[in-house]
C-alpha cells in the first residue's frame, strides 16, 4: 500500500492516542520506531510491516486493527501470524 493517501489507521491511531493523552512521538517509542516511520506510515509513503501491524493492534487493544492498514492479502498474512503466536 505504498501511495500517498493515509490509510484508516492513520484516523484511527490519531483519534487512539488524543484519547490515552500520547503523542506520535510517544507510540512510536514503544513501538520501537523512529517518529519518521511511524509518519510515513501515517501518511501511506510506505506500507508498515505485518510484525508492526500486529504490534499497533496489541498496543491500541484492536482499536487500530491489522485491517485498516493492509490489503486483504496482507491482512490474511496477519491473521496467519497471529495464530501462530
Same mark, same amino acid.
Given at each position: 500500500m505504498s501511495n500517498t493517501t493515509s490509510p484508516p489507521a492513520a484516523r484511527l491511531l490519531r483519534e487512539w $492516542? !488524543?484519547?490515552?493523552? =500520547? *503523542?506520535?512521538?510517544?507510540i $512510536? !517509542?514503544?513501538?520501537? =520506531? *523512529?517518529?519518521q516511520r511511524l509518519?510515513?506510515?501515517?501518511?501511506?509513503?510506505?506500507?508498515?510491516?505485518?510484525?508492526?501491524?500486529?504490534?499497533?493492534?496489541?498496543l491500541t487493544r484492536n482499536y487500530v486493527r491489522a485491517?485498516?492498514?493492509?490489503?486483504?492479502a496482507e491482512a490474511a498474512k496477519a491473521r496467519d501470524a497471529r495464530r501462530a503466536l
Open positions: $492516542a !488524543t484519547a490515552n493523552d =500520547l *503523542s506520535l512521538s510517544q $512510536a !517509542t514503544t513501538l520501537g =520506531l *523512529s517518529r509518519q510515513h506510515w501515517m501518511n501511506g509513503r510506505n506500507s508498515p510491516p505485518v510484525a508492526s501491524v500486529l504490534a499497533v493492534e496489541a485491517s485498516d492498514w493492509l490489503t486483504p
